[in-house]
């Protein structure tokens, strides 16, 4: 099993950055998928998550009308589009596949939001 982010990177507020999610190894079309980000010195959190055909999206709070998820099948992907970025942002981004109680994660991409 294989979850490997890109698209990270340094972006001044205001900007924008898409993250992408490629996955292989587990049966993508049935896992919902999901972005979560770790900040320095703080916890892990969910911020987005997709049905397994897109049906059905959540965001926290936080960047809700900001960041948008989404899916392919066909290409086994993930992808997070983040507008309007703030300092806040600056993490550890995470793409997590689950089904049930089986969670696959990658090893995240940098994203530094910075003047």
């Known amino acids: 099993v294989h979850l490997v982010e890109s698209g990270g990177g340094m972006v001044q507020p205001g900007g924008s950055l898409r993250l992408s999610c490629a996955t292989s190894?587990?049966?993508?079309?049935?896992?919902?998928m999901r972005w979560h980000r770790q900040a320095p010195g703080k916890e892990r959190e969910l911020l987005a998550g997709?049905?397994?055909?897109?049906?059905?999206?959540y965001y926290v709070d936080s960047v809700k009308g900001r960041f948008t998820i989404s899916r392919d099948n066909a290409q086994r992907a993930a992808y997070l589009q983040m507008n309007a970025l703030k300092a806040e942002d600056t993490a550890v981004y995470y793409c997590?596949?689950?089904?049930?109680?089986?969670?696959?994660w990658g090893k995240g991409t940098l994203v530094t939001v910075s003047a």
């Open positions: 997590n596949a689950r089904q049930g109680g089986v969670d696959y």
């Open positions: 190894g587990f049966a993508f079309n049935g896992y919902a």
């Open positions: 997709i049905g397994t055909f897109g049906s059905g999206t």
